[in-house]
C-alpha cells in the first residue's frame, strides 16, 4: 500500500474534488486510478499493478461550486515511484 497526499488550495476558497491517474514509465497513456475524490489524500493498493515504475497524476478542480464557465482545474505529475510487489 502506497499512501498519497497533496496539497492544493483555490483562490477563491471554493471546494475541490481530485481526480488521480497512473502510468508506467516509457508509456505515454495516463490510466484512471479515482475519480472525485474529496480529500486529498489516497490509499494506493499498488498490487494492482505490475511491478515496475509509475509516475502519478492528481487533478484539482472546483467544478461542484462554479458554472462550467467559471471552473478552475489544475494538475501535478509526481516524481517516479517503484512499485515492488515481489515476495523477497
Same mark, same amino acid.
Request: glycine share 6%; hydrophobic share 30%; net charge negative.
Given at each position: 500500500?502506497? $499512501?498519497?497526499?497533496?496539497?492544493?488550495? !483555490?483562490?477563491?476558497? !471554493?471546494?475541490?474534488?481530485? $481526480?488521480?491517474?497512473?502510468?508506467?514509465?516509457?508509456?505515454?497513456?495516463?490510466?484512471?486510478?479515482?475519480?472525485? @475524490?474529496?480529500?486529498?489524500?489516497?490509499?494506493?493498493?499498488?498490487?494492482?499493478?505490475? *511491478?515496475?515504475?509509475?509516475? @502519478?497524476?492528481?487533478?484539482?478542480?472546483?467544478? @461542484?461550486?462554479?458554472?462550467?464557465?467559471?471552473?478552475?482545474?489544475?494538475?501535478?505529475?509526481?516524481?517516479?515511484? *517503484?512499485? *515492488?510487489?515481489?515476495?523477497?
Amino acid at each position: 500500500l502506497r $499512501t498519497l497526499q497533496w496539497k492544493a488550495e !483555490d483562490p477563491d476558497g !471554493d471546494r475541490l474534488r481530485y $481526480t488521480l491517474h497512473y502510468r508506467r514509465e516509457g508509456e505515454t497513456t495516463w490510466r484512471a486510478l479515482r475519480s472525485d @475524490l474529496a480529500d486529498p489524500l489516497f490509499v494506493w493498493d499498488t498490487t494492482t499493478v505490475a *511491478d515496475g515504475r509509475y509516475f @502519478l497524476r492528481v487533478t484539482a478542480s472546483d467544478a @461542484l461550486g462554479n458554472t462550467p464557465d467559471r471552473v478552475l482545474t489544475g494538475d501535478h505529475e509526481s516524481d517516479v515511484v *517503484d512499485v *515492488d510487489n515481489t515476495p523477497p
